[in-house]
């Protein structure tokens, strides 16, 4: 990260490396290339500023431009990579309504927006304007997804500092379509009672503290073998976000009554 000293007189910049797969010796902080990251540009002592982000390996297709009270955010993605300008031109913006056009590919469904507000939809906005087309639906139907429960235990997570108590629930779940062949899985959902903790990213102020997950649904053939894979999840976020050694606080870690 880099800052000119002199604000007052000079532009000055600063930047992130988000590359979450790329993490240093000590798991916490991103390393390498920076397949993934952000920068800006500022300028004298105005508000102003000029942002751009970043995401090589980003598989969507589309662009579009907004235009809000805070400026201008403008968006290209393609199959290898996505990148993102922001142009936070306070002065010259105005207040009102926030408008976006827009066109992108995503996961077989066409969206658009054409000078529509992009934080809230109406019944009453024509689809022209805002509306998506879903490729599949069209040509192959829509998707139907039913389940069948197969187990429901209550269960209990064990971590390195404690127990967490949690239920769980293995089922047979299939997707079809009228014009297609039918997907059929054995997953587990796995709901915790007790939520168990691991660390914040520490990217932003809203996330320096402890985070926790709540549960987890994954392909498997037991509900211990999900177990297995929702505490090897656990134990990478650790890893990864504050290093090998890293334990929950003592109010996270207390015995249940």
Known sequence: MSERKDRGRLV?????NLNEKRRGADGVAPSGFPWHGRAWLHWRESDDSIGVEWALGAPRL??????????????????????YLSFDLRRLSR??????LSVGAYHWAIRWRTWADPHSWRSSTPRWRDGSFDILDFFLGAQRHESRPLEYHFVEVPMPERAYLGCAMLEEASWRRPRWFSKTIV??????LEPVPFPGKGESSWDCGEDAARGATTPAKSIDDAIGKFVSYVLEKRRKYGGCDWRPSTTQTGKRD
């Open 95 to 100: 207040a009102g309504e926030a408008r976006e």
């Open 62 to 83: 589309g662009a579009g431009v907004r235009h809000d009270e805070d400026g201008i955010d403008v968006h290209a993605e393609f199959g290898f990579g996505a990148i």
């Open 187 to 192: 997953r587990c959902q796995i709901e915790m």
């Open 12 to 16: 000055w910049g600063h930047w992130q």
